[in-house]
């Protein structure tokens, strides 16, 4: 499995991204029940958010999120960063 770090980053003001929030966080509890997300929580100050994620590669990474409203509606981008974790705590072994 490949990691990754997806940092999204809003481009419409945020009283726009909250007439959206709970649809968002309805297609991320799709990807919490497929084992794909570990955590996700909104960036301070609220520009954006974050996400840790895993799958078997970027194209499905990014083939998930392109399902999302936020993306649909194009009021926020999204940036993948791939990370190899070499340490982590013990409680995390079974998802790693």
Same mark, same amino acid.
């Given at each position: 499995?490949? @990691?990754?770090i $997806? =940092?999204?980053?809003?481009?419409? &003001?945020? !009283?726009? $991204? =909250?007439?959206?929030?709970? =649809? @968002? %966080? ?5 990807? #919490?029940d *497929?084992g794909?997300? +570990?955590c *996700?929580?909104p %960036? ?9 994620? %895993?799958?078997e !590669? ?6 998930? /999120?392109?399902?999302? &409203? /936020? ?7 999204y940036? #993948?960063? =791939?990370?190899? &974790?070499?340490? #982590?705590?013990? $409680? +995390?072994k079974d998802? $790693?």
């Amino acid at each position: 499995m490949k @990691h990754f770090i $997806i =940092e999204l980053t809003y481009l419409v &003001p945020f !009283s726009e $991204i =909250e007439k959206v929030l709970q =649809e @968002h %966080r309805n297609f991320l509890q799709k990807g #919490y029940d *497929s084992g794909m997300l +570990l955590c *996700s929580g909104p %960036r301070e100050p609220k520009i954006g958010g974050m996400a840790v994620a %895993r799958a078997e !590669s970027l194209k499905k990474i990014q083939d998930f /999120f392109k399902d999302d &409203p /936020f993306l649909k509606l194009k009021i926020a981008e999204y940036r #993948y960063i =791939e990370f190899n &974790p070499v340490k #982590y705590q013990s $409680i +995390l072994k079974d998802w $790693i």
